[in-house]
């Protein structure tokens, strides 16, 4: 393998967390071709936008952000120095053909299941210019297979452990960009995860699209699911956190909620979306849980663990949602008193079955559901947050604050929170009593 060392990368992330762990696979993989990161765009050789599908017009951003890409490969072209230009993730799934006929000056164009085949792309294209590519398979072949060891970048990583989704609803278009379902075998798992404790991992993320639907085959080829695969991590040295991510309610069994019980290790964090509290809307999304199904393990978490804090998403303003749906979500937020939540207003997603659906809502109304919605979980998160001063918590710090001196990190609950602190407790999980708290981070003192 031809060694590229003095040329550099920039990768942009959109989206979720899934994204951010693809791009932090695609940076090891040009980094073993010798790569280094830029620090911005213009100074690098290779430019990657790994693209996210989930809102509207993301296809569009995605065009504009190439035609400023675009502008810097001529600017530098213009002083001798060869730009390639990828674009990666669900964007490139969902488009398609139609990226290279937009943007033909894209060098090249990869699928989310198919990144690990960057290296031998981007040698291919630095050694014959005129190379391009569009592979957007969904074969089954694991893309996990074919990526080099994963390795900490910090005191948290995520651990992809399962990617796809069958769930179809009606509004998502992730099984279009992600494919089915797939579970990585519990050995190749727990070999990363004791990769990503050596070199410096204190918390691990496992992260997938319907994460707790896992059922990857351990070493007898016997399928496991996440209860079993949480206590196998939890029993790696060095793994002093651990969370999961994203649950789909039908999906949490009683062997899960068990592991809040007894898994010390576990996160008292929880983010369990509902998207709606109206059993007629949430039946019109595909989702194959009722609000009472949910209440009831919201419930059964709590007997479980009662320090555990919830968080979920939350879409207003689905095709055919009335004023009467819309005040059981709120009705729903009063009783589980989450800690955090995302919420926004539906969108069509084009290939979608909701997009198509009778009964869309007009912006307006849309608009006015969410700020009554959010002004709700705000409030919430807030309370939430005040009750925490006082209290000391373990703060896992991840870098560096706003201000001189600060260090950033997260609390078991997955709030913000910023501190002095000496560089030196970067990456470490530390006692720190919370003295201040607003909505969206706290302060503290290390003690
Ligand atoms: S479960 Fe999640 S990823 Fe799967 S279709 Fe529904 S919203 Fe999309």
Redesign the pocket.
């Given at each position: 393998m031809a060694n590229y060392s003095g040329k550099k990368y920039y990768i942009k992330t959109f989206g979720c967390q899934m994204n951010v762990y693809d791009s932090g696979r695609m940076a090891s993989l040009l980094e073993a071709m010798g790569l280094a990161k830029a620090s911005e765009p213009a100074a690098a050789d290779v430019i990657i936008f790994n693209t996210c599908h989930i809102r509207e017009k993301a296809a569009e951003k995605v065009f504009s952000d190439l035609g400023r890409a675009y502008l810097i490969k001529q600017e530098r072209a213009e002083k001798g120095k060869d730009t390639i230009i990828g674009v990666t993730g669900c964007v490139v799934q969902a488009e398609d053909e139609e990226i290279l006929k937009r943007a033909p000056y894209v060098d090249f164009a990869l699928g989310p299941l198919r990144y690990f085949r960057l290296r031998e792309v981007v040698q291919e294209i630095f050694d014959k210019r005129e190379a391009k590519l569009l592979d957007t398979d969904f074969s089954a072949e694991s893309k996990f297979d074919r990526l080099p060891e994963n390795k900490a970048e910090g005191g948290c990583s995520y651990l992809a452990i399962q990617e796809g989704?069958n769930?179809?609803?009606t509004?998502?278009v992730?099984?279009y960009t992600r494919g089915i379902e797939m579970s990585r075998p519990v050995e190749d798992v727990l070999k990363e995860a004791r990769r990503l404790a050596e070199t410096g991992s204190v918390e691990l993320n496992l992260l997938g699209?319907?994460v707790n639907s896992y059922h990857g085959e351990d070493a007898s080829g016997r399928e496991r699911n996440l209860a079993y695969l949480l206590n196998k991590v939890a029993e790696i040295d060095g793994i002093k956190r651990i969370r999961y991510t994203?649950s789909?309610p039908a999906d949490v069994d009683d062997e899960l909620i068990r592991c809040h019980k007894e898994l010390d290790k576990l996160m008292p964090y929880l983010h369990l979306?509902i998207q709606s509290g109206s059993d007629a809307v949430l039946k019109k999304m595909n989702?194959r849980h009722t609000r009472d199904d949910y209440l009831r393990i919201v419930e059964k978490l709590k007997e479980a663990n009662p320090d555990i804090g919830m968080s979920s998403d939350f879409i207003v303003g689905f095709p055919g949602e009335t004023d009467d749906d819309f005040q059981q979500t709120i009705d729903v937020v009063n009783r589980v008193k989450y800690i955090q939540a995302f919420s926004f207003k539906y969108s069509r997603r084009p290939g979608t079955p909701a997009a198509v659906m009778d009964g869309q809502i007009e912006e307006k109304v849309k608009k006015e559901r969410l700020q009554v919605l959010q002004d709700l979980l705000f409030s919430y998160q807030t309370q939430f947050n005040k009750n925490s001063i006082g209290k000391t918590m373990q703060v896992l710090f991840e870098g560096r604050g706003r201000h001189r001196g600060q260090l950033a990190g997260r609390t078991p609950y997955m709030q913000n929170l910023h501190a002095k602190a000496d560089i030196s407790l970067l990456n470490k999980i530390v006692d720190v009593r919370i003295t201040d708290a607003s909505t969206n981070s706290l302060s503290g003192e290390v003690v």
């Open positions: 989704c769930n179809f609803c509004y998502c992730v099984p699209q319907n994203t789909y979306p989702r």
